[in-house]
C-alpha cells in the first residue's frame, strides 16, 4: 500500500462545477503540500498546511490530521483549472513522498 | 525575483554514459531539492542538500549523485545511464532546509532521454 494514496485519478468537469481531490496518507507528517502541475511538466506549489484550511482564491485545501486525511476543493472551475494535481507529505526524515495525482479536465 | 533555474531543459543520452544537471535556487534560498518523475514511479525524491551538505537522500544507488556549491548552487550526476532513467528531473529550493513549513519552489525540470 502506498504511503500516500489519492482520488480520483482521472476527474472531468464542466466549467463552473465543484470539484474535490483527495488525499488519504498513513504515516505521521509535519505537513502536506498540494501542488499543480500542467503540461511540460512546470509543477507550483498550491499551499502547504499543517492544520485545519487555507483558502487562495477559488482554491481550498483542508487536512484533518486525526483522519489523515486532506481535500482539495477548486470552487467554479474553469479550464485553465486543467492540470494533474499531486498530494505530497512530508515525514520522518524530511522527505516529501508524493501521491500518483490526479488529473483534472475541465471542459468548456 | 527570477525563479529556480535548470539547464539543460532537454537531454539524449545513451545507455552507459554519464549526466549532469544544473539547477540555480532562489536568490537567498539555501535549500535545493532533486526529485525524478517518471510514468510508472511518479514522483519520487532523490536528495536534499543545504550549506553544501546532503541533508537527505531517497532510495535510489550510488550512481545517482549530487552536490551544491557555497552559491547553492546545486548539480545531480548520474552515472552508467540505463533506460530507466529516462524521467524529468526536477529541482526545487526553499529558504531553509529540513525545516517542515518551508514552502518548495520548483523548477521547469530537465527531461533526460536515454537511448
Known amino acids: 500500500k502506498n504511503e500516500v494514496e489519492q482520488s480520483p485519478q482521472n476527474l472531468t468537469a464542466q466549467e463552473g462545477e465543484f470539484i474535490t481531490i483527495n488525499c488519504s496518507y498513513s504515516?505521521?507528517?509535519?505537513?502536506l503540500h498540494w501542488l499543480q502541475q500542467h503540461p511540460g511538466g512546470g509543477i507550483v506549489s498550491l499551499f502547504m498546511l499543517s492544520s485545519g484550511k487555507k483558502k487562495h482564491g477559488r482554491l481550498i485545501a483542508t487536512i484533518n490530521i486525526q483522519e489523515k486525511h486532506s481535500s482539495l476543493h477548486i470552487t467554479a472551475s474553469h479550464p485553465r483549472d486543467s492540470a494533474v494535481y499531486i498530494c505530497?507529505?512530508?515525514?520522518?526524515?524530511?522527505?516529501?513522498?508524493f501521491g500518483g495525482g490526479t488529473r483534472v479536465l475541465v471542459k468548456p | 525575483k527570477a525563479g529556480v533555474t535548470q539547464t539543460p531543459r532537454y537531454l539524449i543520452k545513451t545507455r552507459g554514459q554519464q549526466v549532469t544537471l544544473s539547477c540555480s535556487p532562489i536568490s537567498g534560498h539555501r535549500s535545493v531539492s532533486w526529485y525524478q518523475q517518471t510514468p510508472g514511479q511518479g514522483l519520487q525524491f532523490l536528495f536534499e542538500y543545504f550549506s553544501e551538505t546532503q541533508r537527505n537522500k531517497g532510495n535510489f544507488p550510488g550512481r545517482f549523485s549530487g552536490r551544491q556549491f557555497s552559491n547553492s548552487r546545486s548539480e545531480m550526476n548520474v552515472s552508467t545511464l540505463e533506460l530507466g532513467d529516462s524521467a524529468l528531473y526536477l529541482c526545487?529550493?526553499?529558504?531553509?532546509?529540513?525545516?517542515?513549513?518551508?514552502?518548495?519552489?520548483f523548477g521547469p525540470g530537465t527531461r533526460l532521454t536515454v537511448l
Open positions: 526545487a529550493s526553499s529558504l531553509e532546509g529540513g525545516v517542515s513549513y518551508n514552502e518548495q519552489f
Open positions: 504515516v505521521g507528517i509535519s505537513a
Open positions: 505530497a507529505v512530508r515525514a520522518a526524515g524530511n522527505k516529501l513522498t
